[in-house]
């Protein structure tokens, strides 16, 4: 994703460069090829995600604007309805949206705005399940520990 405008964030996970197009967030990307913004829309979104990766935020307020279809809008939203700290699984979701698993599965790998979209926040039944971003399940775990909920992963 080329377009937009583009803000560079270093956190626990990696780099991270947040796009905004027409006033909202449209995607996360785990590298570092944006600018140091630090007004408007990117600098509220970076100066949150400094807030929650230093412990002291647990919800965004951000204008999010994700590409998808209508199952997939439905999904982020089952997402962003996950409390910060707690975990859904695969099945959970799939359940609440009448889809399958693996449909989830799909769909989290398909977020394009991972951490404010928490997709960290789905497990597999018997297991962590994938995570899309950089460093993957391990980046996943560093999610789930900051949020304290570490201990459902034991």
Request: glycine fraction near 14%; proline fraction near 5%; charge should be negative.
């Amino acid at each position: 994703m080329s377009d937009g405008a583009r803000a560079r964030l270093e956190s626990p996970v990696g780099p991270i460069t947040l796009i905004e197009r027409n006033g909202a967030i449209v995607a996360l990307e785990w590298d570092n090829s944006g600018d140091i913004v630090q007004t408007g829309v990117l600098g509220n979104a970076v100066a949150q995600l400094q807030e929650y990766f230093a412990g002291s935020r647990q919800l965004f307020d951000l204008p999010l604007k994700p590409r998808g279809s209508a199952f997939q809008q439905k999904f982020y939203a089952a997402l962003c309805a996950i409390p910060y700290g707690e975990t859904r699984t695969y099945g959970d979701l799939a359940a609440e949206l009448g889809v399958s698993a693996q449909a989830i599965g799909q769909a989290c790998g398909a977020n394009p705005i991972a951490i404010l979209i928490p997709c960290h926040r789905v497990l597999g039944a018997t297991g962590l399940g994938g995570f899309s971003g950089a460093g993957g399940v391990e980046a996943k775990i560093e999610l789930l520990k900051l949020e304290g909920a570490a201990s459902l992963l034991i």
